[in-house]
T-cell receptor, first 113, second 111 residues
Framework: EPEVTQTPSHQVTQMGQEVILRCVPI?????FYWYRQILGQKVEFLVSFYNNEISEKSEIFDDQFSVERPDGSNFTLKIRSTKLEDSAMYFCASSALRTMGYTFGSGTRLTVV | SQQGEEDPQALSIQEGENATMNCSYK?????LQWYRQNSGRGLVHLILIRSNEREKHSGRLRVTLDTSKKSSSLLITASRAADTASYFCATDIQGAQKLVFGQGTRLTINP
């Protein structure tokens, strides 16, 4: 069964550093998403992406964050100048159509120290 | 309060029993989806019910949707130890480009 692949599975970074989280969505999917989940808390929407542009973003997704689809397969989330409160699991997801179920990756656990 | 509230927050039952989880939401939706998350893992899509549907089945799962009450329920029949996980409802809101997740129900199946 096709999978969404995320790398790395765990990243530790120092406060103030930049991190790039990588995702390879399912190849024939057109819609891409990033979510995050702080330990034990709810799954929060960050951004949705379609046709090479952001289609919606949350208030969390401020100037500190950016997304990119640098080639035909990768979808990245960049977090500039990380803060302690950015520590969370970050999930990438993709869907074939806007109103279909999402396929999630296994997540990247980001720890900011 | 929030879009996508679930109850109970935690549910513990014996293997073989049925588990029912509920979800309420506030705005008009295109569809409502249920996901499972095993501890520390990604979310797995279980079932999707469209706004014009009232009930849907998939294996041991039964989902209902009442758009007049803005609520949904997920029933897992004949539970197994492997069903132990957190279950989330997620609403596909009309006019939005995202799913909004509830806070989840932590289900424990005791052998």
């Amino acid at each position: 069964e096709p999978e969404v692949t995320q790398t790395p599975s765990h990243q530790v970074t120092q406060m103030g550093q930049e991190v790039i989280l990588r995702c390879v969505p399912i190849s024939n999917h057109l819609y891409f998403y990033w979510y995050r989940q702080i330990l034990g808390q709810k799954v929060e929407f960050l951004v949705s992406f379609y046709n090479n542009e952001i289609s919606e973003k949350s208030e969390i997704f401020d100037d500190q964050f950016s997304v990119e689809r640098p080639d035909g397969s990768n979808f990245t989330l960049k977090i500039r100048s990380t803060k302690l409160e950015d520590s969370a699991m970050y999930f990438c997801a993709s869907s074939a159509l806007r109103t279909m179920g999402y396929t999630f990756g296994s997540g990247t656990r980001l720890t900011v120290v | 309060s929030q879009q996508g509230e679930e109850d109970p927050q935690a549910l513990s039952i014996q293997e073989g029993e049925n588990a029912t989880m509920n979800c309420s939401y506030k705005t008009s939706i295109n569809n409502l989806q249920w996901y499972r998350q095993n501890s520390g893992r990604g979310l797995v899509h279980l079932i999707l019910i469209r706004s014009n549907e009232r009930e849907k089945h998939s294996g041991r799962l039964r989902v209902t949707l009442d758009t007049s009450k803005k609520s949904s329920s997920l029933l897992i029949t004949a539970s197994r130890a492997a069903d132990t996980a957190s279950y989330f409802c997620a609403t596909d809101i009309q006019g939005a480009q995202k799913l909004v997740f509830g806070q989840g129900t932590r289900l424990t199946i005791n052998p």
